[in-house]
């Protein structure tokens, strides 16, 4: 069975910094792209960034760019999400995804499945 | 970026009934479309990929339909279960995006 769990999640101040993982089981882990996607509260799904097989490739949202950062330990079967300068408005549930192929720029890509989510709060 | 937006925003319905829900691309994306189906409280799951293609396990009352720019997804017996907001999602372009998201309520 695939499996994704997320962690790391917590109360961060206005410009600090937080590191969520997400370890999977049920697939070989370095054969698929991921992504994050995470939830406002009482919003929308915001796609925030994906990263290809090797980690060789990655993508960011406008709103995350040059303040997050994603990557990958294949050894350990864990994506992660380093984000820094953190803003009251990425208050959010993060999800972890699996995308369909190994490349994160495939058009033929779908997230399927989820983690479940962790919950990353920024305030003062 | 591409944008997406959907119509309804949010709908009431009973269950039986047949519900559509319209996706719309700022420009063409080809069929790489996707709806994502989130119950209060839980991660979204995959319903339908590449504009109407069931994903496997979903039921069969999900449907997909369009191309270019114009989108629908439709339950044709709306079940207890299917209330819920559902999100279309474009894999066209390698920065992702997803609809506004439509919140089917009991009527």
């Known amino acids: 069975e695939v499996q994704l769990v997320e962690s790391g999640g917590g109360l961060v101040q206005p410009g600090g910094s937080l590191r969520l993982s997400c370890a999977v089981s049920g697939f070989t882990f370095s054969s698929y792209a991921m992504t994050w996607v995470r939830q406002a509260p009482g919003k929308g799904l915001e796609w925030v960034s994906a990263i290809s097989g090797s980690g060789g490739s990655t993508y960011y949202a406008d709103s995350v760019k040059g303040r997050f950062t994603i990557s990958r330990d294949n050894s350990k079967n864990t994506l992660y999400l380093q984000m820094n300068s953190l803003r009251a408005e990425d208050t959010a549930v993060y999800y972890c995804a699996k995308d369909r192929t190994y490349s994160s720029s495939s058009q033929t890509n779908w997230f399927d499945p989820w983690g479940q989510g962790t919950l990353v709060t920024v305030s003062s | 970026d591409i944008q997406m937006t959907q119509s309804p925003s949010s709908l009431s319905a009973s269950v039986g009934d047949r519900v559509t829900i319209t996706c719309r691309a700022s420009?063409?994306?080809?069929?790489?479309l996707n709806w994502y189906r989130q119950k209060p409280g839980k991660a979204p799951r995959l319903l339908i990929y590449a504009a109407s293609s069931l994903q496997s396990g979903v039921p069969s009352r999900f449907s997909g339909s369009g191309s270019g720019t114009d989108f629908t997804l439709t339950i044709s017996s709306l079940q207890p279960e299917d209330f819920a907001t559902y999100y279309c999602q474009q894999s066209y372009s390698t920065l992702r995006t997803f609809g506004q998201g439509t919140k089917v309520e009991i009527k």
């Open positions: 420009q063409s994306i080809s069929s790489y």
